[in-house]
T-cell receptor
Framework: DAGITQSPRYKITETGRQVTLMCHQT?????MFWYRQDLGHGLRLIYY???????DKGEVSDGYVVSRSKTENFPLTLESATRSQTSVYFC???????????FGQGTRLTVV | DQQVKQNSPSLSVQEGRISILNCDYT??????FLWYKKYPAEGPTFLIS?????DKNEDGRFTVFLNKSAKHLSLHIVPSQPGDSAVYFC???????????FGTGTRLTIIP
């Protein structure tokens, strides 16, 4: 299917575990982003990537790692999950040039 | 430091009337503003945008107004319909920077 897809949609993990959230887009957009949505905070940027092998930190990057070996994939890894990382995570992509970003459906992550 | 603020967490409007959602920003470098709409269990979807060289942009029932001197923008929905019930996020960025800074969102409820 064309578009941007995230997997899994729902995940429960234990404190201290490593977990990876997947993001795949079929548009060949240059830019990809990871946001988290929390009540009272809106959407906050975790990491973004301008192209394959180019990534940079966002506002709330501590405890997260990303990679982008291929243009279409942008996985987000929580190295050692904490309860404060319980959130809804959104991946987005954009062709750049000041156009809008397109979001995936989100991954609801619960850390117990 | 919240650079994009949506001070009304919720808003209820009668069907057929005008909905006005407000957004304030503090970063004077922002020159491109967007509104996203989000339904439960879905990712945000782009609604309308405005560049800082304009003070108004219209798309069907949706109009965004920008007051640069006040660092304020608003989204007007006329007439409001039940399908407009959603969370609306204001976002901003500056030219050449593809990262979006989001507000905390306003939950709009249209009362039939």
């Amino acid at each position: 299917d064309a578009g941007i897809t995230q997997s899994p949609r729902y995940k429960i993990t234990e404190t201290g575990r490593q977990v990876t959230l997947m993001c795949h887009q079929t548009w060949s957009h240059s830019y990809m982003f990871w946001y988290r949505q929390d009540l009272g905070h809106g959407l906050r940027l975790i990491y973004y990537s301008a192209a394959a092998d180019i990534t940079d930190k966002g506002e709330v990057s501590d405890g997260y790692v990303v990679s982008r070996s291929k243009t279409e994939n942008f996985p987000l890894t929580l190295e050692s999950a904490t309860r404060s990382q319980t959130s809804v995570y959104f991946c987005a992509s954009s062709p750049g040039g000041g156009t809008e970003a397109f979001f995936g459906q989100g991954t609801r992550l619960t850390v117990v | 430091d919240q650079q994009v603020k949506q001070n009304s967490p919720s808003l209820s409007v009668q069907e057929g009337r005008i909905s006005i959602l407000n957004c304030d920003y503090t970063n004077s470098m922002f020159d491109y503003f967007l509104w996203y709409k989000k339904y439960p269990a879905e990712g945000p979807t782009f609604l309308i945008s405005i560049s800082s060289i304009k003070d108004k942009n219209e798309d069907g029932r949706f109009t965004v107004f920008l007051n640069k001197s006040a660092k304020h923008l608003s989204l007007h929905i006329v007439p409001s319909q039940p399908g407009d019930s959603a969370v609306y996020f204001c976002a901003a960025t500056d030219f050449g920077n593809e990262k979006l800074t989001f507000g905390t969102g306003t939950r709009l409820t249209i009362i039939p």
